[in-house]
Every structure is written in C-alpha cells, then in structure tokens.
C-alpha cells in the first residue's frame, strides 16, 4: 500500500518536472558552469516573475481599479521611473554579474587537452593528454577527469555543429574552416548527456552523445586502457569484419583496419551508447544497426549490409561488442 | 514638352490672390457635379477582371493582408503536421526530409510571407486615412510590389506541394544550404529575392506617404504616432534587407557560378552569411514589433480618452528602439567562439534596448493613469498583448546575457521568446480589427462580442 502511495507520489511529480531530469536536463547539473549558470537562471527568473506580476499587476490597477485622473507629474514620473531609471538600476547590476561570469567559463583548461570534431552525424573525439606524441583517438563517447578544467577544441568536417553538454556547460559551435575552443569543469562523477545544437541536416536530431565524467584516477586508467591497441578475438565476426570491408571506413587499432571516414572501433565494446548516443549498446541493436544503418539515422553514410544472414550479422556484432 | 504646353495655355488673368467674394462665388451646380463625378470615375474600383488592375490602397492593402493571412494558415498547418510527428517518440508520420522541409518553410514563411506583409498591408490600409490622404504616393509602386510578393511567396510556399522546398532552416546556414543538392534552396534564393524586393518597394511607399502626404498644418511632431513608427519601421526596412540582398546573391553566385563566398575549403568562410543574415535578422524583430506596438499607442489614448503623454517620449524611444536595433545582431552568434569582449558588447547593447522599449510601455500606463479609461474591447487585446510581450521581453533579457545564452541558444527556450514577442506582436495587431474609434478608420466598427473570446484565450494559451 506505502508502496503502491509512493510510486504515485512520485509518478505525480514525475509527470509535472518530468522535463527537468535526465541525463540530457539543464538541472541535473555535474559541472560548475551549468551549476553557475543556473544560479544566475534562479536569479533572473525570480526577478522576471516578480517584474511580471508588477506591470501587468500595475496595468491592471489603471484600467480596472483606479481609473484615471490622477496628476500629471506622477504619470511622468512612471515614465522616467519605469522606463529609465529601473532598467538602467536592474540592467546594470545583471550584466555585471552575468558577464564577469564570462572568462571563467572560457578559461584555459589544464593538462589534458580534447578534440572533438562533428561529423555527419557522429563525433570524432581526440584525447591529447600533455606531453604526448599523438592524440588518443575515440568516437560518439567523451570522457572527463572530475574536479580540473579540460581545455576542448571544436572543429568541424562538412557542416555546421554545435557541441553541448547541457548538464555540464554551456555550448559552442563546430564550424567548418574554424578551431572553436571552450571549456569543461565537471565536479560530480556520472553520466551526461549531450547533443548536437546546431541545425546540421537530416539526422541532426540522432547526433548525441553520452559524456562520462570519472574521479581523476579512474579517468588515467582509463585513458592508459583507451590508448593501448585493441585485443581482438580471432574467429568467424573478425573473418567477416574484413571481407565486407568494414575496415576501409572504420579503424580498429592493432588490425589493419585502418579507415578514417566513420568513427574510430577500437574500444568499441566499452563505449555506454551506440551510433552516436542513441541506441542502448545491446547485441540487438547492434544487429539492426549494421543491417541497415540509414534506416535508424537518415541519410547515415554507412551502407546498408542487409545481404549478411543473421547468423553472421549476430557473429559480427559479438566480435565487435567484444572490443572493449 | 511641358514648357511648349505652358506657353499655349491661357495666360492667368484677374485678380491673385483670389479675393473672399471670388472664393464664396457658389460654382454651378451641373459643373460641379460634373466634377464629382469625373473625380469618381477616375478613383472607381475597376469592374469585372480588371477588378485585378487596380492600383488604390483601399484593394492592394486588403489583398496584401488576405494573401498573408493565407500563408499564414499555411505555415499554420505545417506547424500542426511537425506537432503530430512530435507528439509520440520514434513516429513515422512525416520522413525527416519532409520534418525539415516543413520546418524550414513554417518559419520562412511566418516570417518574411507574414509578419512584415502584414505590416506592410496594414500601413497600407491605414496610413493614408490617418494622414487624410486620398492614397499613398505611388499606388502603382504598392501594387507592384503585392504582385511580386504574391509569385514569390508562391513560387516559395508552393515548392513544398513538390517535396522540392528548402530544407536547411529558415537561417539557410552554409555550407548546409549551400551544398544542399536539391532545388530547395534556391528556391528560398529567389522566391524570397521577390519578397524583399516587395518590402522594400513598401518601405519607400510608405516613408514617402509619412514625409509627403500629410495635409496642410500637420506637421511631424503633430502626427499621428502610428505615423512616426511607420516612418522608423520604413528606414529599417531600408537598410535591413540590403545585407541579406546581398547574401543573397553571394549565397546564388555560389551555388550557380561556384564562386566560394562561404566554402572554407577555398578560402571563404561560413560565418560571413550569418552576420549578413543577422544584420537584417535583428532589425526584423522589431520591423515585426513596432508596427504592432504602433496600434496600441493609437488605442491606448483613445481608451484613456486622453492624448498621449509623452509624445516625444515615444518618437525619440522608437527612433532609438530603431537604431539599437542594428547593433545587436550578434547575439544571434554568441556561441560562433566570438571573442568575449565582442560579446559583452552586444550583450549590454541588448539590454539596453530594454529601455526606449520600457519608456513606450509606461507611456502607455501613464496616459491611462491621466485620462478617464474606458475598457473598450481593444483594450483587453491590449492586455493580453501586454501579458504576453511582457513574458517574451523578460525571457529576451535574459538571454541576452551571452554565458546564459550558451546554455539555451538553439533550445526550446528561445522559441517561446521569439513566439511570444511574435504573438504579442500579433494581438496588439488584432486590437485594430475591433478597434470602434481611431479617427478616420476606414472600417466599420465590429460588435464587442466577436473580439472578446479570443483575445481572452490568447494570453493564458501562449504564456
């Protein structure tokens, strides 16, 4: 019965906020700009509200309750109070605050550096820790050490993107020909998502990607664990894998597969998502997903490899689920 | 020729000026009905299809409203048919090609196929009865410039009958629209070419309608202020639609002649087209904006049975309102990676629109507070006008804070901001179709029923 009182409870509110959770949310902020951000948000809203319900509260009073006749020198007054003197006071004071905010969200990161470039309709992500010979290449995932600011660069191929983590900071866009930069300081370890915020054609809405914030130690190991080549399994899913030519596109590091056109596999298993955020990384999904790829995100420049029998489809997506 | 004909004319003869007897001669009375009568045939709506040659403002302006209203209720059903695909996840009513075609087209043709018509149309109704004129200036120049409009907003609204329309936002970022492979987007080129063009024919029709066609003893700081805003909106028409003119034709030149403007790859750059865009985005808020604001300074004295108070309060606010606007286009660019002091710039810049904005509404407050107020139905439209315009211009200064934007640019957030200053745009507007008594109103007044229910679903609905 509690139980029962408590599941409704909750669906109830739920229901009524069920835009502000979420891994995607504004308000289910990790990171300090989003957390900063919203503070200011609180602030400017409860200001609005009350601003609000004065004017329309004050035009009400002088067309329904007090109607007129009164002196000249009070309604002048209401213009020159109104219209000058309170924006100037309230206008004042709030770009003060909001842009000394400003620099310390676009401060320089330090240590890691991370590139990320939008592709259509996926993300290139590169990890250039300091003082290392390459980048750390990866796909559709990031990953960022809790507690330090991580210095990002954008870029972008074909078209215009916009990358955004809304639970950590706010977004800024890939443009094509450009290096945008920003910056990241997650505080709470977890999962978050992002997505694409710039009108980038058919797919634009499927372009996402989960970003998973680590406590510093875990995010080393894992960076060493991403650095290292890939340990495929031999067998039948391997076989497969080069016949079709999956390898002209996709690069698995320590195979020679070696393309550079779609994201990169080699800790493919690992990752918490597929296909750029928005399938759950599940054999089944996987399946469908190689089947026909421009089924779930269209106009995706990965053919179709409908002709596989389901056997082999289902050996190719273990052999890759098992790349971790 | 002109002068060889004044030299045949009769030379003047007789007293000048006229003396009072000569004036109060009474002139017979065939004669003088003869005039009227030529007088009338000259101004007579033409019969039959030459009904479709007329030229008078009284039918240009009404088919300039009734066309927009028409593609109104088309970008309406596009909205309608986007909000069913939305209702459920993973639906399959509409593929995503169509999705963004429609998207595009909803809000190109709100836009330039609505809001700045209807304006247009509506000065053009207006404007000359206000000012006691018999026409504007140029009435084939209106016109023209309703023809044009119609084939482009056509030739643009119809591509979508062919699954042809254009497709990468009603922004038209490059190089999204400009690889774009099919027609989609030279179609917004040109048919929307058409519709600037209309604009700016109406621009100049009507600033020189506000400078020139005024009657004897009425001058600028005695007109009307509906006048005065036409005038402002007019000049920012001016200069507004240049710049994406010429992005226009930057944006054809490279898809039909491949000449790079917005290819980074050979040395263009994709950021160009958006402050060309821009420049004449932001202007077009308030070219949106103040037209309707300009209503409701004609209703309010009325209502309030008092003239205005503050008069040069409200010229020198829209003049102001008017010139801010150019200043402010790139906080439509805060996350383009702008350096920040450009971007504190154009955040205090738009604040500070905040003000002549805040001087035009208490303006209004203060001349209800002096005069006797009668809550004539306009008023409530007011109201809810009000409401609403209240909640989209507090939204906007909050968005004007660049590090607040990077987090809701692009998002749900901006949408009510824009819609509900487009809506409250759009219900001061409505207060002037069941307006009773602004002097020299062409229509007739509607009964106070018609107008009330809408007026008071308008504001809880959009808010």
Same mark, same amino acid.
């Given at each position: 019965m509690r139980r029962g009182q408590r599941a409704a409870v909750g669906l109830l509110i739920l229901s009524g906020a069920g835009g502000c959770h979420g891994p995607q949310s504004v308000f289910s902020a990790g990171g300090a700009d989003a957390i900063e951000l919203n503070r200011l948000f609180a602030v400017m809203l409860v200001g609005a509200v009350i601003l609000w319900i004065s004017l329309n509260g004050l035009f009400f009073h002088v067309t329904r309750r007090r109607t007129g006749h009164m002196s000249r020198k009070l309604a002048e007054a209401v213009i020159i109070g109104g219209g000058i003197l309170l924006p100037v006071v309230v206008l004042t004071a709030l770009l003060a605050w909001g842009l000394s905010i400003m620099p310390d969200q676009r401060a320089p990161g330090e240590g890691l550096r991370v590139r990320i470039t939008g592709e259509e309709w996926w993300w290139r992500v590169e990890y250039l820790p300091e003082?290392?010979?390459?980048p750390v290449i990866s796909a559709n995932e990031l990953r960022l050490p809790a507690g330090r600011r991580t210095e990002i660069e954008l870029q972008a191929g074909r078209v215009i993107h916009s990358f955004w983590v809304p639970g950590l900071g706010g977004k800024t866009d890939m443009i094509p020909g450009r290096t945008t930069r920003m910056s990241l300081e997650p505080v709470t370890p977890g999962t978050y998502r992002g997505q694409c915020?710039?009108?980038?054609?058919?797919?634009h809405a499927l372009m996402a990607l989960n970003a998973v914030v680590l406590e510093e130690g875990d995010f080393a190991r894992w960076l060493e664990a991403e650095a290292a080549p890939a340990r495929p399994e031999e067998g039948e899913g391997r076989a497969i894998f080069f016949r079709e030519g999956c390898g002209a596109c996709h690069t698995i590091r320590g195979t020679p597969a070696a393309g550079a056109v779609g994201p990169d596999l080699t800790h493919f298993g690992s990752r918490t998502s597929l296909a750029a955020g928005i399938l759950p990384m599940e054999r089944a999904a996987l399946v469908s997903w190689i089947a026909n790829a421009g089924a779930i995100k269209p106009e995706a420049q990965m053919p179709a490899f409908a002709h596989l029998s389901k056997t082999e489809l289902d050996r190719l997506a273990g052999w890759l689920e098992a790349l971790e | 020729m002109t002068r060889s004909h004044a030299s045949d004319a009769p030379l003047p003869e007789g007293a000048f000026p006229p003396t009072e007897a000569m004036l109060s001669e009474p002139v017979p009375s065939a004669l003088a009905e003869a005039q009227a009568d030529r007088l009338r045939a000259v101004w007579a709506t033409p019969k *039959? #299809?030459?009904?479709?040659s007329a030229v008078n403002n009284s039918e240009v302006g009404v088919w300039y409203a009734l066309t927009a209203l028409a593609f109104m209720l088309c970008a309406g059903v596009l909205a309608l048919l986007m909000r069913v695909q939305l209702a459920v996840p993973d639906n399959d009513f509409l593929s995503a090609d169509r999705f963004n075609q429609f998207f595009t087209m909803h809000g190109s043709a709100m836009m330039f196929l609505f809001a700045v018509p209807m304006f247009e149309a509506i000065s053009i109704i207006l404007l000359p009865a206000l000012l006691g004129a018999r026409d504007l200036p140029f009435p084939r120049l209106s016109a023209y410039g309703y023809w044009c409009f119609l084939i482009g907003g056509v030739f643009v609204m119809g591509s979508i009958l062919f699954d042809a329309a254009p497709k990468s *936002? #009603?922004?038209?970022?490059?190089p999204l629209a400009t690889q774009d492979e099919g027609l989609g987007s030279d179609i917004w080129l040109l048919g929307l070419s058409f519709i600037e063009v209309a604009s700016i024919a109406a621009a100049v029709e009507l600033i020189v309608g506000v400078l020139k066609?005024?009657?004897?003893?009425?001058r600028v700081n005695l007109m009307p202020l509906y006048a005065w805003y036409v005038l402002v909106v007019g000049g920012m028409i001016l200069f507004a639609f240049p710049p994406l003119i010429a992005g226009d034709l930057l944006f054809e030149m490279e898809r039909g002649f491949d000449w790079p403007f917005f290819d980074p790859e050979r040395g263009g750059d994709p950021l160009l087209w958006q402050h060309l865009f821009w420049i004449f985005g932001h202007p077009e808020v308030y070219i949106i904006f103040l037209p309707s604001i300009a209503l409701a300074a004609m209703i309010v004295p009325t209502a309030a049975r008092q003239p205005i108070v503050g008069y040069s309060w409200i010229v020198l606010s829209a003049v102001g309102t008017g010139f801010l606007s150019f200043g402010l286009w790139v906080h439509h660019m805060f996350t383009t990676g702008l350096p920040a002091l450009s971007l504190g710039f154009f955040s205090a810049a738009s604040e500070a629109v905040v003000i002549p904005t805040g001087i035009q509404l208490f303006a209004f407050v203060a001349t209800l507070m002096v005069g006797r107020v009668k809550m004539i139905l306009p008023m409530l439209w007011i109201a809810g006008g009000l409401a609403v315009f209240t909640a989209g211009g507090l939204t906007g200064v909050m968005v004007a804070i660049a590090p607040f934007d990077w987090q809701v640019h692009d998002t749900y957030f901006i949408v009510p901001t824009c819609i509900t200053r487009s809506l409250a745009a759009w219900s001061f507007r409505s207060s002037r179709g069941s307006i009773t008594s602004i002097p020299s109103s062409p229509r007739r007044p509607c009964p106070s029923g018609w107008g009330a229910g809408p007026s008071g679903c308008c504001s809880p609905a959009s808010t």
């Amino acid at each position: 019965m509690r139980r029962g009182q408590r599941a409704a409870v909750g669906l109830l509110i739920l229901s009524g906020a069920g835009g502000c959770h979420g891994p995607q949310s504004v308000f289910s902020a990790g990171g300090a700009d989003a957390i900063e951000l919203n503070r200011l948000f609180a602030v400017m809203l409860v200001g609005a509200v009350i601003l609000w319900i004065s004017l329309n509260g004050l035009f009400f009073h002088v067309t329904r309750r007090r109607t007129g006749h009164m002196s000249r020198k009070l309604a002048e007054a209401v213009i020159i109070g109104g219209g000058i003197l309170l924006p100037v006071v309230v206008l004042t004071a709030l770009l003060a605050w909001g842009l000394s905010i400003m620099p310390d969200q676009r401060a320089p990161g330090e240590g890691l550096r991370v590139r990320i470039t939008g592709e259509e309709w996926w993300w290139r992500v590169e990890y250039l820790p300091e003082g290392a010979a390459g980048p750390v290449i990866s796909a559709n995932e990031l990953r960022l050490p809790a507690g330090r600011r991580t210095e990002i660069e954008l870029q972008a191929g074909r078209v215009i993107h916009s990358f955004w983590v809304p639970g950590l900071g706010g977004k800024t866009d890939m443009i094509p020909g450009r290096t945008t930069r920003m910056s990241l300081e997650p505080v709470t370890p977890g999962t978050y998502r992002g997505q694409c915020a710039e009108f980038c054609g058919a797919s634009h809405a499927l372009m996402a990607l989960n970003a998973v914030v680590l406590e510093e130690g875990d995010f080393a190991r894992w960076l060493e664990a991403e650095a290292a080549p890939a340990r495929p399994e031999e067998g039948e899913g391997r076989a497969i894998f080069f016949r079709e030519g999956c390898g002209a596109c996709h690069t698995i590091r320590g195979t020679p597969a070696a393309g550079a056109v779609g994201p990169d596999l080699t800790h493919f298993g690992s990752r918490t998502s597929l296909a750029a955020g928005i399938l759950p990384m599940e054999r089944a999904a996987l399946v469908s997903w190689i089947a026909n790829a421009g089924a779930i995100k269209p106009e995706a420049q990965m053919p179709a490899f409908a002709h596989l029998s389901k056997t082999e489809l289902d050996r190719l997506a273990g052999w890759l689920e098992a790349l971790e | 020729m002109t002068r060889s004909h004044a030299s045949d004319a009769p030379l003047p003869e007789g007293a000048f000026p006229p003396t009072e007897a000569m004036l109060s001669e009474p002139v017979p009375s065939a004669l003088a009905e003869a005039q009227a009568d030529r007088l009338r045939a000259v101004w007579a709506t033409p019969k *039959g #299809w030459r009904y479709w040659s007329a030229v008078n403002n009284s039918e240009v302006g009404v088919w300039y409203a009734l066309t927009a209203l028409a593609f109104m209720l088309c970008a309406g059903v596009l909205a309608l048919l986007m909000r069913v695909q939305l209702a459920v996840p993973d639906n399959d009513f509409l593929s995503a090609d169509r999705f963004n075609q429609f998207f595009t087209m909803h809000g190109s043709a709100m836009m330039f196929l609505f809001a700045v018509p209807m304006f247009e149309a509506i000065s053009i109704i207006l404007l000359p009865a206000l000012l006691g004129a018999r026409d504007l200036p140029f009435p084939r120049l209106s016109a023209y410039g309703y023809w044009c409009f119609l084939i482009g907003g056509v030739f643009v609204m119809g591509s979508i009958l062919f699954d042809a329309a254009p497709k990468s *936002g #009603w922004f038209m970022y490059p190089p999204l629209a400009t690889q774009d492979e099919g027609l989609g987007s030279d179609i917004w080129l040109l048919g929307l070419s058409f519709i600037e063009v209309a604009s700016i024919a109406a621009a100049v029709e009507l600033i020189v309608g506000v400078l020139k066609c005024r009657p004897p003893g009425m001058r600028v700081n005695l007109m009307p202020l509906y006048a005065w805003y036409v005038l402002v909106v007019g000049g920012m028409i001016l200069f507004a639609f240049p710049p994406l003119i010429a992005g226009d034709l930057l944006f054809e030149m490279e898809r039909g002649f491949d000449w790079p403007f917005f290819d980074p790859e050979r040395g263009g750059d994709p950021l160009l087209w958006q402050h060309l865009f821009w420049i004449f985005g932001h202007p077009e808020v308030y070219i949106i904006f103040l037209p309707s604001i300009a209503l409701a300074a004609m209703i309010v004295p009325t209502a309030a049975r008092q003239p205005i108070v503050g008069y040069s309060w409200i010229v020198l606010s829209a003049v102001g309102t008017g010139f801010l606007s150019f200043g402010l286009w790139v906080h439509h660019m805060f996350t383009t990676g702008l350096p920040a002091l450009s971007l504190g710039f154009f955040s205090a810049a738009s604040e500070a629109v905040v003000i002549p904005t805040g001087i035009q509404l208490f303006a209004f407050v203060a001349t209800l507070m002096v005069g006797r107020v009668k809550m004539i139905l306009p008023m409530l439209w007011i109201a809810g006008g009000l409401a609403v315009f209240t909640a989209g211009g507090l939204t906007g200064v909050m968005v004007a804070i660049a590090p607040f934007d990077w987090q809701v640019h692009d998002t749900y957030f901006i949408v009510p901001t824009c819609i509900t200053r487009s809506l409250a745009a759009w219900s001061f507007r409505s207060s002037r179709g069941s307006i009773t008594s602004i002097p020299s109103s062409p229509r007739r007044p509607c009964p106070s029923g018609w107008g009330a229910g809408p007026s008071g679903c308008c504001s809880p609905a959009s808010t």
